[in-house]
């Protein structure tokens, strides 16, 4: 795993990397050993493992701050066409459509909730001029973040602000079956007694819908990528305007999280920044990149190429 993306766990989830493992061969009705020989050669089987070592952790607006300071820089950056304009006297209206997207990309991204949140929050803002890129090393993950579909307990986290970017979503005869059968296995696993009701008390937690998707307009702006930022290969050749790497960096050893975030710097746009969660690489001290003053949010600016 490690020499593949570069992921470490700690110590202490070790019994997690195992039952990770044990599952995978499991499933695919192999040993260790047999497991072992078949994900070096089998890339399906490879990419299925670390989608089951992954912890895909995501909810949506995570850090707060950090959403507004984005959508802060998103607003400034679209309203400077404008500002220009006036300053000119141009008698023509000027269209902010009309200039270079702002680019943002949520590095790992997981099941998609940042990336969602950072649509509604410009969304909320009357910002159209943007892209937002999530990339993420779990096809598992995103698979389930480009449907932008999610459950009750994830869709109630959601600031009220903010509720009407989501609608409420029928359950098919298809998902219901799906659903149930992965309560099911679930519940088995943990050794719980398995009854209809509990798998309904699961599935259904109040009378209110327990699915929820984000609005068809939000997907227009919004897109997702397979990628290993543990490589020197590119998610995307544009540069970005704000890059955001939170809860990520701390599942790689110090060095690699230096050599990580020189390529993200690389792919920043000069003036741009890049947000990492608070706390995250204090260690850092580039020299084309300065510190932002804030007090809630860990942020750099690209100050020279």
């Known amino acids: 795993m490690e020499q593949a993306i570069g992921f470490v766990l700690p110590k202490e989830q070790s019994q997690w990397l195992l039952n990770a493992v044990e599952h995978t061969a499991a499933e ?23 989608d089951t070592v992954l912890i895909p952790e995501s909810r949506f607006f995570r850090h707060e701050p950090s959403i507004a300071f984005v959508t802060a820089l998103a607003h400034q950056y679209c309203i400077q066409p404008l500002q220009s304009t006036i300053q000119g006297h141009s008698n ?8 270079e997207p702002f680019r943002i990309w949520s590095v790992g991204c997981a099941t998609g909730q940042e990336v969602w949140s950072l649509a509604m929050s410009l ?5 159209s001029n943007h892209k937002i ?23 109630q986290l959601i600031p009220s602000a903010y509720q009407h970017f989501m609608q409420p979503l029928a359950i098919t005869a298809q998902d219901g079956t799906q659903a149930i059968r992965q309560s099911q296995a679930s519940l088995t696993d943990q050794a719980l007694p398995v009854s209809p009701k509990l798998i309904l008390d699961r599935l259904l937690p109040s009378k209110t819908s327990a699915y929820w998707r984000v609005m068809p307009e939000l997907h227009e702006q919004v897109s997702f990528v397979w990628h290993n930022i543990f490589t020197p290969s590119l998610a995307t050749s544009h540069l970005q305007q704000v890059i955001l790497c939170q809860n990520v960096l701390i599942y790689f050893r110090q060095f690699d999280q230096r050599d ?10 000069l003036g741009g920044h890049i947000v990492l969660a608070p706390g995250e690489a204090l260690f850092w001290r580039p020299s084309n990149m300065r510190r932002i003053a804030h007090s809630q949010v860990n942020a750099w600016q690209k100050i020279s190429a």
């Open 92 to 99: 023509n209206s000027v269209d902010s459509s009309s200039a």
């Open 260 to 269: 990580i975030l020189t390529r993200l710097s690389a792919q920043c746009a």
């Open 133 to 155: 890129l999530g990339s993420d090393v779990s096809q598992k993950a995103l698979n389930k973040a480009r449907k932008g579909q999610y459950d009750q307990r994830q869709q």
């Open 123 to 127: 969304a909320a803002k009357n910002i």
């Open 28 to 50: 695919n009705m192999l040993s260790l050993a047999q497991l072992w020989d078949a994900v070096q050669i089998d890339k399906r089987l490879k990419q299925q493992l670390i």
